[in-house]
């Protein structure tokens, strides 16, 4: 599994925009995407302009099935919203070990 977490800084002004953008993306991302198993959007609770981003995909391949998704390039078109650019960590799930927990079906139409 490959865990990515990405941390943005939003102008204010722009932030129902943002909204509007990452959420498209990330609903898409988790409903749409097979290799995709998880996409959280989170906020700070010190600065309400920060959000991370959890991303989850059963491999490099899936990440890159991701960046090609109709969903994806609305998030693109909406990277004027953000105040600099974005902080990424790759990292890789050591635990739960077992790589069909993040795709069980969870009784939902994934």
């Given amino acids: 599994m490959l865990a990515v977490w990405v941390k943005v800084r939003i102008k204010p002004e722009k932030r ?3 909204l509007a ?3 498209v993306d ?5 409903r749409d995407e097979p290799g995709c198993a998880r996409f ?3 906020q700070d609770v010190s600065n309400e302009n920060v959000y991370y981003f959890y991303e989850v995909y059963r491999d490099e391949a899936a ?3 991701h960046r090609a998704a109709p969903h994806y390039q609305v ?5 004027h919203t953000l105040d600099g650019p974005t902080e990424r ?3 890789r799930s050591v635990f739960p070990s077992d790589p069909n927990y993040w795709f069980q079906n969870d009784g939902d139409s994934k």
């Fill in 63 to 65: 990440r890159e099935e």
């Fill in 26 to 30: 990330a609903i898409g991302s988790e």
């Fill in 21 to 23: 953008a990452i959420e």
């Fill in 16 to 18: 129902q925009e943002f």
């Fill in 75 to 79: 998030w693109k078109a909406a990277a």
């Fill in 89 to 91: 960590i790759e990292t």
């Fill in 40 to 42: 959280n959007v989170l």
